[in-house]
């Protein structure tokens, strides 16, 4: 039913491991497959419209995938928490292990507790008071379910300022779980206009801000932009004055907004921006406008690059990129341009890891920032030409909608792996940021190529380590132990960290 | 002034790779050097707007007009991108929605000096239906008085437009449009459904959402619901003959030229295998506007369409349509008839059959009316208690 990529014989499939060759049962070579199969997805889907499909087949389709893992593989299933698994699937497999707690033996619920709460602790806020939220309305009430959001709720810095910022998220979340708040934040949520006065600063001047327009300017932005519109104040008014308070991902968000507002107040340090939020926001300019700040646009590319890879910087040698530039890296309405940020981004990444560097637009010529989505996707004769560099590592970031022609990109890499290097010289490792609805996984290039899910580029090093599980040729065991050692580095770093 | 060619000439055309979505094959048609002379426009009407068209006195007929093109021409080749290629706000001109009528006097006609408008497949559809439309020449006695005195008329075909064909939507919203496009083929289940090619890419990436909004016949409405995929047509590179990069890269080339020649068989192998009556409507400048109807071969494939080409003959303009089995029969018959002055002895001796069976089959075909009562009844009495035989059907 899920079997899409891989030809094995009867016999098993023999992998090459170390120079040691094994013979793998089926059995294990289909659960290697499957568990890598929902580890791209979970990282690379957001259950988000795609080029190619809607969000109705996206969000059947990966909730098809969910079940499917949690009901043959649940340890494999929470131990993904552990990985980069992206915030919408956290949120389902946190749901999902909650939902069916009763199925878990009692040392996986011990694990799967642990998992979850260290999870939770490194989620944005919104998105668990979103699981709990979920949580309320699918009727899932038990005494871990409560244990979960007494912690975490207890464990949150500031109860009044959750209390103001994620008032119905918090709300719901004390109705669902009895949870007993604190002082006046009870009151706050859920009687506020009984007390004539708070005493806790955040709490008055939220109260003051429904009266008082001054007081509203030192709200958080969301919660401020609803009270603004009650008040009538002008959109640009209200920006100019809210500016102190926005946070990093707001400022980036508002860029376009202010300067349509002529709002010239909320500046953006891109210093700090993360490097995938910094390419789609490179790419949401029009292409006079990245021309015309390309020093102050590359430069803080680099800079992201260069943090996100860290201590690896210039110790991946020789790599080629071959990057993905045609129509359907255009993304979908709600994801604009996503898969082409994210090769930007990862040519940029690059660029940082690698000793020596060639990028390789299939369209583009020139300077990468002003790459645009146009034209077909013909992989085959670009990847050959990546290939003629002799790379130790070629990389390509492609949706796999491999059509011009079709099917010519996995024959090249076929022949290139049978008869010009088979001795594996160059490893070769497919980034996939689109999720594929229709084959429960990412698009696959080739049989003998490593595909993986990508959702952010400063990702792609912890990927590439991943690679080696991809192609078939690990052993389930192996991919075991793998799990198992990275929920043990996961928790004792979470357990640290808290 | 109507002459027979064989076939269309796709020359200057280079079929590129195809993208299949579901059982929907479109294969781009690129150009590497485009006519910048001849520019199209698309007007597109209100999506409920049902308009008449009138060609000549008494023969107008009412059909769903999605769009109509403006054609822009110029003597001094323009620069490509500048005229022609905007989209009107259909809203923008006030019409109110809903369901209005517009007359326009005639088919083609000229603007002003430098711009053709036409409602391009109605102008092929009309060379379809105008076929035989005066009915018959000679008084037969046969025939009825409303035939002979007033033709055809009214003459009705159906079509069906491409938001109904399942699956073409997305085929055409998730196709990679390619910089030197200038056409497309489409195949629904493997049959040549449509052809469409335009002088410029900037044109075809202008109306390649109008391809939505088109005219499509019959099979290519019922094969996309029957069919679900038609497979990716990949080649397989042959390892055994490949030592080094170059000769992969060799490789690589030739597939692509093997495609392009396989190709150039299927498509314009359908589309020239055929004896075409083409007949020119309007010329300007160095460009013919002109359409052409198929042989009207019952056992063959038969397409309708419109072509401007340029003095040399090299295609500027292609839109066609393919008739469905039904049309296709209709339109032989009619043609035959034509052949033979609607003598019906004379066209039953030369389609091998009598004057019964001929009888029979016009009336199947939709054309009963223009025979006279007493005949038709003789005809339909004749075939009724002995039932329907197979062996006596004829050749429809």
Redesign the interface.
């Known amino acids: 039913m899920l079997r899409s990529s891989f030809h094995y014989s009867p016999a098993g499939i023999r992998g090459i491991d170390g120079g040691r060759v094994a013979v793998m049962s089926r059995a294990e070579q289909v659960a290697c497959e499957d568990v890598i199969m929902f580890v791209n997805a979970a990282i690379a889907s957001t259950a988000q419209r795609e ?2 499909s809607g969000a109705a087949a996206q969000r059947l389709s990966l909730g098809f995938l969910h079940e499917y893992v949690l009901g043959n593989y649940r340890d494999l299933y929470a131990a993904t928490l552990a990985l980069g698994v992206n915030h919408h699937n956290t949120a389902m497999i946190v749901l999902n292990l909650l939902r069916t707690a009763r199925e878990a033996t009692g040392e996986q619920r011990t694990v799967e507790g642990r998992l979850i709460a260290a999870r939770l602790r490194t989620l944005p806020p919104q998105r668990v008071y979103g699981v709990f939220d979920e949580l309320r309305r699918s009727g899932v009430n038990n005494r871990r379910t409560r244990a979960v959001i007494r912690d975490w709720v207890a464990a949150r810095p500031d109860p009044a300022f959750d209390a103001v910022k994620y008032r119905r998220g918090l709300s719901a979340a004390a109705r669902h779980a009895h949870l007993s708040l604190p002082g006046e934040v009870g009151t706050m949520l859920f009687d506020w206009r009984r007390v004539k006065r708070y005493e806790t600063p955040i709490l008055e001047t939220w109260r003051r801000a429904h009266y008082e327009q001054r007081s509203l300017y030192e709200l958080p932005y969301t919660v401020a932009e609803g009270l603004a519109r009650r008040h009538g104040i002008s959109r640009a008014r209200f920006l100019s004055g809210i500016a102190p308070q926005l946070t990093g991902g707001e400022r980036l968000r508002l860029q376009a907004t202010a300067e349509r507002h002529r709002v010239d107040r909320i500046g953006m340090d891109l210093a700090t921006a993360p490097l995938t939020r910094l390419a789609i926001y490179a790419l949401s300019l029009s292409r006079p406008e990245r021309a015309r700040r390309r020093d102050e646009l590359t430069g803080a590319l680099h800079a992201a690059a260069r943090r996100a890879a860290g201590r690896q910087a210039g110790t991946w040698g020789r790599v080629v990129a071959v990057l993905d530039d ?3 890296a255009a993304g979908s309405g709600v994801k604009r341009r996503r898969p082409l940020a994210v090769a930007l981004a990862t040519h940029y990444l690059l660029e940082v890891l690698a000793a020596d560097y060639t990028g390789l637009w299939l ?1 583009h010529r020139g300077d990468p920032l002003l790459v645009h989505p ?5 992989l ?2 670009r990847i ?1 030409d990546g ?2 560099h002799r790379p130790g590592r070629l990389v390509i970031v492609s949706d796999g909608w491999d ?6 990109a ?3 890499l ?3 792996q ?3 290097d088979p001795g594996r010289a160059t490893t070769i490792v497919h980034l996939n940021p689109v999720y594929d609805a229709g084959t429960f996984d990412v698009r696959r290039l080739g049989a003998g190529v490593a595909t993986l899910g990508i959702r952010d580029a400063e990702d792609t090093a912890a990927l590439v380590e991943l690679a080696r599980f991809a192609t078939g040729s690990a052993h389930f065991g192996e991919l075991r132990r793998n799990l198992a050692a990275r929920v043990e580095r996961f928790l004792d770093a979470e357990g640290a960290a808290a | 002034m109507t002459a027979t060619v064989d076939g269309i000439d796709l020359s200057g055309l280079v079929a ?5 979505w579901g059982a929907i094959r479109l294969v ?1 048609l690129l150009r590497p050097d485009p006519v910048t002379d001849l520019r199209l426009h698309a007007r597109l009407y209100g999506p409920d707007e049902l308009s008449i068209v009138r060609t000549r006195p008494r023969t107008a007929y009412v059909s769903f007009i999605p769009h109509a093109f403006v054609a822009t021409w110029s003597t001094d080749a323009t620069p490509a991108a500048a005229y022609g290629t905007q989209l009107r706000d259909p809203a923008g001109t006030g019409d109110p929605d809903g369901i209005r009528l517009a007359f326009r006097r005639r088919m083609a006609r000229r603007e002003d000096r430098r711009r053709l408008r036409f409602l391009p497949l109605h102008l092929a559809m009309e060379g379809y239906l105008a076929l035989q439309f005066g009915g018959p020449p000679i008084a037969w006695q046969e025939w009825t008085r409303q035939a002979v005195t007033r033709g055809l008329s009214p003459r009705l075909e159906t079509s069906y437009t491409g938001a109904d064909v399942t699956g073409l939507d997305d085929a055409l919203r ?1 196709f ?4 030197d496009q200038c056409g497309m083929v489409l195949y629904v289940a493997e049959a040549l459904a449509a052809a469409f090619v335009v002088p410029h890419p900037d044109d075809y990436r202008a109306l390649h959402p109008t391809l939505l909004q088109d005219c499509y016949g019959e099979l290519l409405f019922h094969y996309s619901r029957l069919y679900e995929a038609a497979p ?6 042959d ?1 055994t003959r ?4 170059a000769d ?2 060799a490789q ?1 080339v030739q ?2 030229l093997d ?1 392009a020649a396989f190709h150039d068989r299927t498509a314009a192998g359908l589309l020239a295998a055929q004896r075409l009556t083409v007949t020119p409507v309007q010329r300007m400048g160095r460009f013919t506007l002109s359409r052409f109807l198929p042989a009207f071969d019952p056992d063959a494939e038969n397409h309708i369409g419109e072509t401007i080409t340029d003095r040399a003959g090299r295609l500027a303009y292609l839109k066609t349509f393919r008739l469905s089995a039904a049309q296709t029969r209709r339109g032989y018959l009619l043609s035959r008839l034509a052949a033979h002055d609607w003598d019906l002895d004379a066209t039953a001796t030369a389609l091998r059959t009598d004057r019964r069976e001929l009888t029979h089959r016009l009336d199947r075909a939709g054309f009963g009316h223009l025979l006279r009562p007493d005949i038709i009844d003789a005809c339909r009495n004749h075939n009724r208690p002995r039932g329907r035989m197979p062996g006596k059907r004829g050749t429809s």
């Open positions: 080029f190619h045609s129509y359907s369209h146009i034209g077909a996707t013909g085959g004769e050959l290939l003629e059509n011009a022609p079709p099917g010519q996995a024959e090249v076929r022949i290139w049978e008869r010009l | 590129g790779p195809a993208q299949t781009p998730v990679e449009i390619h910089p990716d047509l990949t080649a397989r590179l390892d490949i030592s080094g990069v992969l890269r690589l597939a692509r495609w």
